[in-house]
């Protein structure tokens, strides 16, 4: 078995964390910490929804505009492409916040799936859309991100999972994770390491 694509998670992973889900969570008025914004958001009325939407959009674009690359993301990705190994953003974010990324750092996404798309993380449909498009299955791909459900995600499609220790609670995503890392480019050696046996 080889390694043939790599999934990456947007915010806290190919870009610094800088989004503070605490207060974006108080400032729509979802009571309960543990609540995912996204379902929270179904929950709500229309008129609600509306509002609360306008606050996310908000901070995701604003988290866009100022974004910073984490370490050794653009060269991990260019070393990718390099071998062929296609690269996916699977994200909860908005697709337009993602290009705004892509274009202000010069990378290269090779397929993007974000919320509009479909089933949100840490359902598999995402995983297995990218895979599907790029003609592998999902044991070939790594799904690289910061938080639990990018590795649920990528557990539920039967991918391989990588934490990116960037997220203060990393400790405690590590049971889900098939390898850990601390920067992007080792990325690499865990392909290397696959790809040799």
């Known amino acids: 078995m080889s390694i043939k694509t790599v999934i990456f998670d947007l915010d806290g992973t190919i870009t610094e964390?800088?989004?503070d889900f605490d207060?974006?969570?108080r400032e729509m008025g979802i009571k309960h910490e543990s609540l995912s914004i996204l379902e929270a958001l179904e929950a709500m009325s229309e008129s609600e929804r509306e509002k609360a939407m306008a606050v996310l959009e908000r901070h995701e674009d604003h988290a866009a505009e100022i974004s910073t690359l984490n370490i050794g993301a653009k060269e991990t990705l260019l070393q990718l492409s390099r071998s062929s190994i296609a690269v996916g953003i699977l994200t909860r974010n908005k697709r337009s916040n993602v290009i705004v990324i892509e274009q202000k750092h010069g990378l290269h996404f090779d397929a993007i799936y974000a919320r509009e798309d479909g089933p949100v993380k840490p359902d598999a449909f995402g995983v297995l859309h990218l895979c599907k498009l790029f003609g592998c299955e999902?044991?070939?791909s790594l799904v690289v991100g910061?938080?639990?459900h990018d590795?649920?995600?990528a557990k539920a499609a039967g991918a391989i999972s990588v934490?990116?220790?960037?997220?203060?609670n990393a400790d405690e995503f590590n049971e889900y994770a098939d390898?850990?890392?601390?920067?992007l480019d080792m990325v690499l050696k865990i392909i290397d390491d696959i790809n040799s046996k």
């Open 17 to 19: 964390p800088v989004l």
């Open 23 to 25: 207060l974006i969570r």
């Open 138 to 140: 999902p044991e070939e």
């Open 146 to 148: 910061d938080f639990v």
């Open 151 to 153: 590795l649920m995600s």
């Open 163 to 168: 934490l990116i220790e960037t997220h203060q």
């Open 179 to 183: 390898f850990s890392i601390v920067t």
